[in-house]
């Protein structure tokens, strides 16, 4: 059974209300907080598309979501000039834009019943996605809601008993969901699936699939930087095109997901050399400074992600070169024109943002004279954080 798809691409232009109406709660409802850069987005999906100012939501059976931006280098450094617009520094309403796009969709959380192994609860499913599911009678159980403490919800099938089993059966399900298109994208990447960080695995499932049995998912993100002269400056990457998802979108010099059986630093290790070819040498002085989380639902899928943040100060005379074709070029930039690139625009991967505004934090960019620093400060770890 596949998907029939249509494609539809909006150009989107909004603009902020003024600042003396402005209330730091507003970050979270008034629909006209967002960037006044245009921003071009294509959805593709099997259903009617249905768009607000304040999030971009697609009611779908199956959504492949991809955004194709066409801006050039020279679009980011003419945005990011101070001069480029009359807004203030300490204007925080573009960054709580940036937080709120990245947690749609909590309107729709009684769509979704738990998803249990051993009596954890290790994920959500939507109803919907569900149904396609129970011709997998041998692999998964739905329960009716019989007055148990979680309700209705999806589990394994109890036969299955060992985590490489699990991961077996589950992966061959998801194979086939994939050739259905009701899981686009399939990597051939497994990611653990646990009840909380650190805690045992119960079996291993495809990276793409995460978000349809809304699996925490984990990763790293490592702002690269640069002192001269007094000033700081971050290394910025464009995606390739050709990525699957977000092409041509700027993102982190360093970045990844967190597979099954590798360490947050180990894994830093090796995304910096793929990714932007530092060597060992440098990249084991990378710091671990936190985390940010958020919680994202848009159509069946409902992603809990937590991002390992880590920050690397970087020799001047160093420069990045992309190993793996993921990367089409690196700039560096002062770290406050790329705090205006961010207020101002959505040309950013957008968990990219929460991992630099976090940064522009800790480095003291923002500062707590600022209105709604707080508010702001607390949003970044807007999910689950376990």
């Known amino acids: 059974m596949a998907c ?24 979270f409802t008034n629909k006209s907080l967002i960037t006044t850069f245009p921003v071009r987005f294509s959805f593709h999906s099997s259903a009617k598309l249905t768009t607000s100012i304040r999030s971009l ?13 066409t801006f050039t280098w020279d679009d980011v450094f003419r945005v990011s000039q101070p001069e480029y617009s009359p807004d203030d520094s300490s204007d925080l309403r573009g960054y709580f834009e940036k937080i709120k796009i990245c947690n749609r969709g909590s309107e729709m959380q009684s769509e979704f019943f738990p998803f249990i192994i051993e009596d954890q609860v290790v994920g959500y499913t939507h109803n919907r996605f569900a149904s396609h599911l129970r011709k997998y009678d041998d692999v998964f159980i739905y329960s009716e809601n019989n007055g148990g403490r979680f309700g209705s919800h999806l589990k394994l099938n109890s036969k299955l008993k060992t985590a490489d089993e699990r991961t077996r059966v589950v992966g061959e399900v998801i194979k086939c969901l ?26 291993s499932l495809e990276r793409a699939a995460a978000p349809y049995f809304g699996i925490k998912a984990y990763g790293v993100h490592m702002n690269g930087y640069v002192e001269k002269d007094g000033q700081k400056f971050l290394w910025i990457g464009k995606r390739s095109q050709v990525k699957p998802t977000y092409p041509g979108m700027l993102d982190h010099l360093v970045a990844g997901g967190l597979p099954h059986g590798i ?15 530092i060597p060992r040498s440098i990249s084991n002085r990378a710091r671990p ?17 937590v991002l390992f943040c880590y920050d690397l100060k970087l020799p001047e005379d160093f420069v990045p070169k992309n190993q793996d074709g993921e990367v089409e070029s690196f700039q560096l930039i002062p770290v406050a024109h790329v705090a205006n690139v961010i207020r101002r625009t959505e040309f950013f991967k957008p968990n990219c943002s929460l991992v630099i505004i976090d940064f522009l934090f800790r480095h003291g960019y923002i500062c707590p004279e600022y209105f709604g620093y707080l508010d702001l400060l607390q949003s970044l770890r807007s999910g689950d954080c376990s």
């Open 4 to 27: 029939n798809f249509h494609h539809l691409t909006q150009t989107i232009r909004l603009s902020f209300p003024p600042l003396h109406n402005f209330k730091a709660s507003d970050a």
């Open 57 to 69: 939501r697609v009611d779908t059976p199956s959504i492949s979501y991809r955004s194709s931006c």
């Open 178 to 203: 994939g050739e259905e298109d009701l899981i686009p994208g399939i990597r051939n990447e497994l990611y653990p699936v646990t009840s909380t960080f650190g805690s045992p695995i119960f079996f």
């Open 263 to 277: 360490a947050c630093g180990e894994n830093i290790i090796k995304e910096c050399e793929e990714e932007a070819g």
């Open 289 to 305: 400074v936190g985390a940010v989380s958020y919680m994202d639902i848009n159509g069946f899928s409902y992603k809990r992600d």
